[in-house]
């Protein structure tokens, strides 16, 4: 099981940052990801972290703002989020357990949390 926390109302500008916990040991060997998906649009890909530590980003503006890391000793991830715009509104999970090598789709994830809402007002 995931479950992710830390989402929140900030303004723009602002910071957040979100964990995702892992029941099990399991989760120290998979790769895990944020995705996030905004109203009305498809769930998007934000970043995967492998379990070596290899990270990936879905855009470049993402890149420079937002940064994936892992405790595996916790079995968490975390999702430190800055320069937050109106448009990173969104519902944000985390997965885990990628199948096969497109660890930046949906479909490639064998578990889910429930989400976590982060607002950002303008």
């Known amino acids: 099981q995931l479950q992710a926390s830390g989402g929140g109302l900030v303004q723009a500008g602002g910071s957040l940052r979100l964990s995702c916990k892992a029941s099990g040991h399991a989760f120290r060997s998979y790769t895990a990801a944020w995705f996030r998906q905004a109203p009305g649009k498809e769930r998007e890909f934000v970043a995967h972290i492998r379990s070596n530590g290899n990270i990936a980003y879905g855009t470049d503006s993402l890149k420079g703002r937002f940064t994936i890391s892992r405790d595996n000793a916790k079995s968490s991830m975390y999702l430190q989020m800055n320069s937050l715009k109106s448009e990173d509104t969104a519902v944000y999970f985390c997965?885990?357990?990628?199948?096969?090598?497109?660890?930046?789709?949906?479909?490639?994830?064998?578990?889910w949390g429930p989400g976590t809402q982060v607002t950002v007002s303008s």
């Open positions: 997965a885990a357990q990628c199948v096969g090598v497109q660890c930046d789709r949906t479909s490639s994830y064998s578990y």
